[in-house]
């Protein structure tokens, strides 16, 4: 069966620090994975996806995420947090020969301070 | 394109009030889903459609019925609201070619049941 776990409900930072957000996976056979964003009181918003080649995958607002398969992890990575990053964060995950069902985390919260 | 519009916004009911919550998108998607966000929980799957008049169950569906008469729209449906359905909800789409597509999200109904 799919599943997902991010071990952290929240992350701090400071700004201009590096932030990394942490997500490891289970699935059966090859997994696409997807990081999405959300803002308060706003929907989820697609942020970058992993689905085969190069492991390092670069996306929206400066984010990027490593696919590590060894490891069955897929951690949100961002050189240089801003403030305005604060928000919450959710890693998925579908199994490519499971149909197009998709498994969220739970979120982790990230919060920048100034 | 306004991409996912759900309404209504907010929404209080009493014990045993119905209504219903409607999923617009504009993107010509395939797929449509419903999901309900409870704090630690994630997103957990309702219901969703592969195409204009289905419909199958998710996770979660006991309380919950849908219908997607137009490509278009997704409704989701309460018949006999119960305190355990306060939750915010999302719709979301995609489309069907591959399941490496990301959802686009609405913005949420904020839900409560009294």
């Known amino acids: 069966a799919q599943s997902v776990a991010q071990p952290e409900d929240q992350v701090n930072v400071a700004e201009g620090n590096p932030l990394t957000v942490k997500c490891t996976y289970s699935?059966?056979?090859?997994?696409?994975l997807f990081w999405y964003v959300q803002y308060p009181n706003r929907g989820l918003q697609f942020l970058l996806k992993?689905?085969?080649?190069?492991?390092l995958v670069k996306g929206s607002y400066g984010f990027e995420a490593e696919f590590n398969k060894s490891q069955t992890s897929f951690h949100l990575k961002k050189p240089s947090a801003l403030v305005s990053d604060s928000a919450l964060y959710f890693c998925?995950?579908?199994?490519?020969?499971?149909?197009?069902?998709?498994?969220f985390g739970a979120g982790t919260r990230l919060f920048v301070k100034a | 394109n306004a991409g996912v519009t759900q309404t209504p916004k907010f929404r209080v009911l009493k014990t045993g009030q119905s209504m219903t919550l409607l999923c617009a998108q504009d993107m010509n998607h395939e797929y449509m889903y419903w999901y309900r966000q409870d704090p630690g929980m994630g997103l957990r799957l309702i219901h969703y459609?592969?195409?204009?008049?289905?419909?199958a169950k998710g996770e979660v569906p006991d309380g919950y019925n849908v219908s997607r008469l137009k490509k278009q729209n997704f409704l989701l449906g309460l018949e006999s609201a119960a305190p355990s359905q306060t939750s915010v909800y999302f719709c979301?789409?995609?489309?069907?070619?591959?399941?490496?597509?990301?959802?686009?999200f609405g913005d949420g109904t904020r839900l409560s049941i009294l």
């Open positions: 998925a995950v579908r199994d490519m020969t499971g149909g197009f069902k998709t498994i």
């Open positions: 992993y689905i085969t080649g190069d492991n």
């Open positions: 459609s592969v195409g204009e008049g289905t419909t």
């Open positions: 699935v059966s056979g090859n997994p696409y």
């Open positions: 979301a789409s995609s489309y069907s070619e591959g399941s490496n597509q990301p959802q686009h």
